[in-house]
């Protein structure tokens, strides 16, 4: 397996560049772990997890795309069925530090954003009608932004005194509407313009987990560092 990078190899060297960020990222919030409140580790441990995984995928998707320049959307996807929902899950332990939210909105939203990556995987490998899986993945996704903006998690965080975490919510709030979007998109692309990909699509998606994951983990910690440090004040 030829194991070196041209140049002018974007998608190659977005691999590797994401894959070194991730390491980092990841070691980071396992460090911070042990830093930051107990009511907080949870949601930060969940984030470095969802890096690990990240890292995983990302490493596989590299090392295919080395062999022969392209990669099975199999690879993505198996990375995003269980850091999307840990991601998902971050949110609900997230807004859990300001208030009350049920046991039962947990396992729905678990539920839910499983079936959202799955819905996407099977209208892309062809294993379900393009239009009626990108319909069902987006109405999940709808379904997790209206616990964000209008549901229990929402209401907790809303009614909280911590102006820390109010202000990391609303930033967390936002890669997941904003950033998660390229998805769907990407999903569109691939069912319904007969796209092949060259590359491209691989470097946007690595491209994206700058903001998505890693972005998304750091915003957690970060919140969770100046939350503590507000209330020792």
Not at 28 to 49: N, P
Not at 125 to 131: G, Q, V
Not at 154 to 162: F, G
Not at 201 to 206: G, V
């Amino acid at each position: 397996m030829n194991t070196l990078i041209d140049a002018q190899d974007l998608t190659g060297a977005s691999y590797s560049a994401v894959l070194f960020a991730l390491t980092a990222a990841t070691v980071l919030l396992l460090l911070g772990v042990g830093w930051v409140a107990r009511e907080w580790k949870l949601a930060v441990a969940l984030s470095a997890i969802s890096m690990l995984v990240g890292m995983v995928a990302v490493y596989d998707g590299r090392a295919a795309w080395l062999a022969s320049k392209s990669v099975s959307i199999a690879y993505p996807y198996a990375g995003w069925i269980v850091s999307m929902p840990i991601q998902v899950l971050t949110l609900f332990f997230f807004a859990r530090r300001g208030g009350k939210v049920s046991q039962a909105l947990f396992w729905r939203l678990a539920v839910v954003s499983v079936l959202m990556v799955l819905a996407r995987y099977l209208g892309d490998a062809k294993l379900m009608h393009p239009t009626l899986s990108l319909l069902i993945g987006v109405v999940f996704w709808l379904y997790i932004l209206g616990e964000l903006y209008f549901g229990q998690m929402d209401e907790a965080v809303a009614t909280s005194e911590d102006d820390a975490m109010r202000r990391g919510y609303f930033w967390l709030r936002i890669i997941v509407t904003i950033g998660w979007a390229i998805y769907p998109l990407g999903s569109f692309i691939v069912s319904f313009t007969g796209y092949v990909d060259d590359g491209r699509l691989s470097l946007t998606y690595n491209l994206a987990e700058f903001v998505n994951r890693i972005a998304f983990g750091l915003a957690v910690l970060a919140t969770a560092l100046v939350s503590a440090e507000n209330e020792r004040k």
